[in-house]
């Protein structure tokens, strides 16, 4: 079995609520972090945090743009970035600035949402050819001339379990329409924005399908996109998100379910106030659990039991005291949670820049040592 099928089978098996031989980790970093990590490793620039570290998972997006333009920049300095995306915003980077400030949106009234129209999901320029787009590139960091989505899957495929993605509905239409614009919407026409949503799922559906397909056989399930709530709760009722987002996940999650993969959902924020409509929608497991939502992953296991599996939640405030034993505790506590499986280790959302690579470092190692099944937590084991 090669390195990419062990930890494939880690992977699953965490996700199935089964041990395998260890915990499976998985991770999402920010820039900085790695720029820290190259310079303090002294690993060079060609530093692949995944590779160095030996993680068991990795996510590859594909071109999820409404429309396939590529990125078009409108004004490129040290101090300052404006690109225009085929989602038809407008975003600028600045390197004061942590994440993209969303500057403008072509897409603003009820008439231009109804006009909207998508490109093919099916295009066959979105996995086999390298055209950058905004979920790839706008990030924390603009990130040009990225391999093609199928090129980084062929890359990471013989030594990771892969994951591809999809945005559910919510991530998009604010993407199309911007944030506040959209939640005033909601609230002042639901139903008229329920079509629309449904127009999304539409083309998600496409997107995930065609993505499975292009990858033939490389994928082992896909991440799904979508903040719905911040750290007090849903951004909008329940209710709404059952009648107008659930119906579009249980799509997605069919079409992900029917080519025989997982479903793994990441959402910022608590949005544990639909959490058991995410189980009945098909998602497998929850990401990233941030702890400083008020979430717990011993407590949530003690709830779902193996009705669910979870991926995060180490908190990312305590990785950033670079305090070992701080450090071991939060660890060996949370390792409580892969119990019988289920649970897949990662930060409760993404390693920032205040975390020493050595303090990661240490924490690997620390999951390799007390990770092992049957797991021995020692002082920290907990009862479930």
């Known amino acids: 079995m090669g390195q990419g099928d062990l930890k494939r089978e880690r992977v699953l ?35 692949d945090p995944y590779r160095y570290w030996d993680l068991d998972m990795i996510v590859i997006n594909p071109n999820m743009d409404p429309h396939i333009t590529g990125i078009e920049v409108l004004e490129d300095s040290a101090e300052r970035k404006v690109v225009k995306t085929g989602f038809g915003a407008i975003i600028e980077r600045r390197s004061t600035y942590p994440m993209p400030n969303y500057m ?13 129209e998508f490109d093919d999901p099916k295009d066959a320029r979105r996995y086999f050819e390298a055209i950058d787009d905004q979920i790839n590139s706008v990030g924390d960091e603009l990130n040009l001339n990225l391999p093609s989505f199928i090129d980084r899957v ?6 990771f379990c892969v994951f591809g993605s999809i945005c559910d509905p919510h991530e998009m239409i604010w993407r199309i329409m911007g944030t506040e614009n959209v939640l005033i919407k909601l609230a002042e026409e639901p139903s008229r924005m329920a079509k629309f ?56 999650c069919d079409a992900v379910r029917e080519a025989g993969l997982k479903t793994i959902y990441h959402g910022c924020g608590n949005a544990s106030a639909v959490f058991e409509d995410m189980i009945e929608a098909g998602v497998d497991a929850y990401n990233p659990l941030e702890a400083k939502a008020g979430l717990d992953v011993v ?37 409580n949670a892969a119990k019988g499986g289920g649970f897949i280790l990662q930060s409760d959302h993404s390693v920032p820049d205040n975390v020493n690579p050595s303090t990661y470092d240490y924490m690997i190692k620390l999951v390799r040592e007390r990770g092992n099944y049957p797991l021995d ?5 907990r009862e479930f």
């Not at 062929?154 to 030594?159: I, K, L, M, T």
């Not at 034993?325 to 506590?333: A, D, S």
Request: net charge negative.
């Open 299 to 335: 407590d949530l296991k003690r709830r779902f039991g193996n009705r669910w599996a979870f991926n995060g939640n180490i908190d990312v405030r305590i990785l950033a005291t670079n305090d070992c034993e701080m450090v071991r505790r939060e660890v060996l506590t949370k390792l």
């Open 154 to 159: 062929n890359s990471y495929a013989d030594d």
């Open 13 to 47: 098996a965490a996700l199935e609520n089964r041990e395998a031989d260890r915990v499976p980790v998985g991770e999402f970093f920010w820039t900085n972090f790695i720029r820290r990590a190259r310079a303090e490793l002294d690993v060079g620039d060609s530093f």
């Open 197 to 252: 949503i449904e127009r999304l799922g539409d083309f998600l559906v496409g997107v995930a399908r065609a993505q499975i397909a292009a990858a033939k056989g490389k994928l082992a399930g896909l991440y799904i996109w979508g903040d719905v709530a911040y750290d007090k709760g849903m951004l909008f009722s329940p209710e709404f998100w059952r009648d107008a987002y659930k119906p579009q996940l249980k799509r997605i």
């Open 377 to 381: 937590l020692g002082e920290y084991d």
């Open 104 to 116: 403008d949106f072509e897409t603003r009234t009820y008439e231009q949402m109804e006009a909207f």
